[in-house]
């Protein structure tokens, strides 16, 4: 067997690659340059992740996800593949320790975001790394011409200086072919190389309603199409109230938003992909590394901003490749709104001062300093405590991100974790002496054994406070104190949104942003707010071609299955009935006729229908057999 067959089968347990796959992995193999675009679901992991088992050394993954780095590094591990991740929150050890084990150990993927890649920690110890491949994912982040601009994108090409032989694939699930070509560009690719799945999905129906009642509408989709299901919502407030509504009226459904605490989140998740639960109603943090193959409808209660992210969202239907349905419900209240929305997310320049200003005041920091920090931020007191509008307060944070100022991780969860610095002696003599924490020692030894002294473990203080029988809060008291002793380092659970200053704190009146490339991106928006709103509104066009001539591709026929394909096949339905009673009518004035002689004689395009209109004709006894089983007219 091909040993990258039979790695897929060892560690995955399919028998074959996907469409597309094995072409990519091969090639990333000979050591090409490798440029990747397969639609949400088209599994464009696997395309790393086998390569860089069969190569020797370390596959560097840069994804600007923490949840989906979290996600993926759980999954590797689940089958008995070492990973990592690093990411804003970690304290200096726990990276230094992870980045230890890259070096010295046998871990074959590290996860990072793009900003790791400039601290002078990881530029130290990368040098000592035996780095194999670079895996980008979410590529499209590295064009200004993109949807979801990252900077620290664009310096990750400089890790070439370092391996100048180094294999790069890329991967991502949208890109319009201007975002395909600076993709290749700022990688430094040595030779173009693109391998693309087409971004038709012949399964999936597109539809779009325009309908005041939104609701009514939406409980119509969800009763004539079963199976599980994403509703998506613009705001956290929609989620619970749409969830609540579809309750109400039978359909059992959750709600999810990123303002609910992680474990809430993972609760709704699980119930959602154990069919638990039918409907998830949520807003676009729902759904992100989520391999839920059977889902036969996603509807949209409003438009998103772009056709990427509708496309992406839309796309988590039918993953199974059977029939599933992807359902726009709008109005033009939800034209207006987007447009506005747009008008909210390039503030001014002086109001990118003045925010940026009230973040260094609110966390105290010198002009020169907090590069690399992670800070707490509850978006709500900020707002109150400076008197700004907390919404424009987050499409600021945003606009930072885009500048490079700072980096904003609106759903950031860090389960605890805890590691033992000090030898086994010096622990077992800590414990002779303060016997209060001999109890709360053993319980971590016993539950979580030797590893916590090479490495950082994840705990969980529920867990050990049942072991102990005290509460979970106790069990943190006890782990404080032994932090504070330096007998532990313990990171407690995070579940807040995180600030991190990716840069010096700066003087505002000197910030550095570039006004020009701001309102370039904002003209750019404005653009692909105008391509949402001709999808949603045009009429006449096949859904599949209007969203595939929007990513390049040339798509001639009709795909039949969307709302104006079904429409216009109904029109012309009509046309052909009309058409068919015509002719049957004049033919048989001559004289009675077979079936089959009437079919010669007319030569129908639509078989079926023409059959259909004989079989009306005689059931309302316009037309009659006779014994020769001749039809002829009954006047």
Not at 8 to 34: C, H, M, N, S, T
Not at 175 to 187: C, G, N, R, Y
Not at 369 to 392: A, M, N, P, R, V
Request: hydrophobic residues 40%; aromatic residues 10%.
């Amino acid at each position: 067997m091909k040993q990258t067959l039979a790695i897929l089968k060892q560690y995955w347990g399919y028998e074959q690659f996907r469409p597309l796959q094995e072409d990519i992995i091969d090639a990333v193999l000979a050591g090409q340059d490798v440029l990747a675009l397969m639609p949400t679901g088209g599994g464009k992991s696997i395309c790393f992740q086998v390569p860089a088992l069969v190569k020797e050394g370390l596959c560097i993954v840069i994804t600007p996800l923490i949840a989906l780095m979290q996600d993926q590094v759980e999954q590797l591990k689940s089958r008995g593949i070492k990973a990592e991740a690093i990411f804003s929150g970690m304290r200096k050890k726990e990276i230094d320790i992870k980045l230890d084990n890259c070096i010295y150990g046998d871990v074959k993927f590290l996860y990072i975001s793009p900003e790791r890649l400039e601290t002078e920690i990881f530029k130290e110890r990368v040098l000592k790394m035996n780095v194999s491949l670079l895996a980008v994912d979410e590529a499209h982040c590295i064009s200004q011409w993109g949807y979801d601009f990252r900077p620290a994108y664009l310096k990750i090409a400089e890790i070439t200086k370092v391996f100048p032989e180094l294999t790069i694939i890329a991967l991502t699930a949208t890109a319009t072919p201007a975002v395909v070509k600076d993709i290749q560009q700022k990688l430094l690719f040595h030779q173009e190389n693109v391998f693309q799945k087409s971004f038709a999905r012949t399964n999936l129906s597109y539809s779009v309603r325009n309908v005041e009642d939104k609701e009514a509408k939406l409980l119509e989709v969800l009763r004539s199409v079963p199976g599980a299901g994403i509703v998506y919502v613009s705001t956290r407030k929609a989620t619970k109230d749409i969830a609540h509504f579809l309750v109400k009226n039978g359909i059992s459904a959750e709600f999810y938003h990123a303002g609910l605490p992680h474990h809430e989140r993972s609760q709704v998740q699980e119930k959602w992909v154990k069919d638990q639960v039918r409907i998830v109603v949520a807003t676009n943090a729902f759904g992100m590394g989520i391999d839920k193959p059977g889902v036969r409808v996603v509807v949209h209660m409003g438009l998103t901003q772009d056709l990427e992210s509708y496309y992406q969202e839309a796309g988590r239907a039918g993953r199974d490749e059977a029939k599933a349905y992807a359902v726009i419900l709008f109005n033009e209240a939800d034209v207006d709104e987007l447009k506005r929305r747009v008008d909210l997310q390039y503030p001014s320049v002086d109001y990118l001062k003045q925010v940026y200003q009230a973040l260094a005041n609110y966390y105290k920091l010198a002009i020169g300093s907090g590069t690399g920090q992670s800070f707490d931020f509850d978006i709500k007191d900020f707002s109150e405590t400076y008197k700004l509008h907390h919404l424009q307060v987050f499409y600021a944070l945003k606009k930072m991100e885009d500048e490079g100022l700072v980096a904003f991780n609106e759903s950031y969860y860090h389960p605890s974790l805890l590691h033992i610095p000090i030898d086994h002696t010096e622990l077992y003599k800590f414990q002779v002496a303060h016997a209060q924490f001999d109890t709360v020692i053993k319980a971590l030894l016993r539950l979580y054994g030797g590893e916590m002294f090479g490495h950082f473990v994840g705990i969980a203080e529920h867990h050990l406070g049942k072991f102990m029988n005290v509460a979970a809060r106790e069990v943190v008291s006890y782990l404080t104190k032994l932090d504070e002793l330096g007998i532990i380092m313990y990171n407690k659970q995070k579940d807040v949104p995180q600030v991190v200053f990716t840069l010096p704190r700066q003087d505002p009146a000197y910030l550095s942003v570039n006004q020009t490339i701001l309102q370039q991106r904002e003209q750019l928006a404005k653009k692909k707010v105008a391509s949402v709103i001709q999808y949603v509104k045009h009429t006449e066009r096949c859904r599949t071609a209007l969203l595939l001539e929007y990513f390049g591709e040339d798509y001639r026929q009709r795909c039949g299955i969307c709302d104006v394909c079904i429409r216009q096949k109904k029109k012309q339905k009509v046309v052909h009935v009309d058409r068919y009673h015509q002719l049957i009518d004049h033919l048989l004035l001559e004289g009675p006729l077979l079936v089959e002689e009437i079919m010669e004689k007319i030569n129908p395009s639509d078989r079926d229908t023409f059959l259909q209109v004989i079989r009306d004709m005689v059931d309302r006894e316009e037309l009659k057999y006779d014994d020769l089983w001749r039809l002829h007219r009954s006047w």
